[in-house]
């Protein structure tokens, strides 16, 4: 699958519960983290790391959007500090609201807010 002249090498959905209009990581989502994504991430240590957010469909699509920045830029922060990764090598992407609506998807709904990881070479 090419992105944007990206290849992507995995593409691995880790499940992040956050609050609504939350995006700070608790001790919970830390530890998938740490179980789900970071092995990998180490093993290709060589590629870039694409990190996106999501939200669901409550509000205005404006605030879902900087919320899933947010969100997604949360997960990069503790890779950041507690695994120092090189912060260069990640992409942040808000994807806000975009794939509930895509779902018909309208109103809260956790399924929606999560964040993607996908190893990308360039």
């Not at 180490?42 to 870039?48: A, I, L, T």
């Not at 959007?65 to 969100?71: H, I, V």
């Not at 090598?89 to 999560?114: C, L, M, Q, W």
């Amino acid at each position: 699958m090419i992105l944007n002249m990206q290849e992507i090498i995995s593409d691995k959905k880790v499940v992040i519960n956050f609050p609504i209009n939350g995006f700070a990581l608790d001790q919970d989502a830390k530890s998938i983290i740490d179980n789900e994504f970071v092995d990998i991430a180490q093993q290709f240590n060589e590629v870039r790391i694409r990190v996106e957010g999501n939200t669901d469909n409550t509000g205005s699509a404006s605030f879902n959007t900087e919320l899933s920045k947010k969100r997604a830029q949360s997960v990069v922060d503790y890779l950041v500090k507690e695994y120092n990764m090189d912060k260069n090598r990640f992409i942040v992407v808000g994807n806000g609201p975009k794939h509930a609506i895509e779902d018909g998807i309208v109103g809260s709904s956790e399924t929606y807010r999560t964040t993607d990881f996908q190893l990308i070479s360039e």
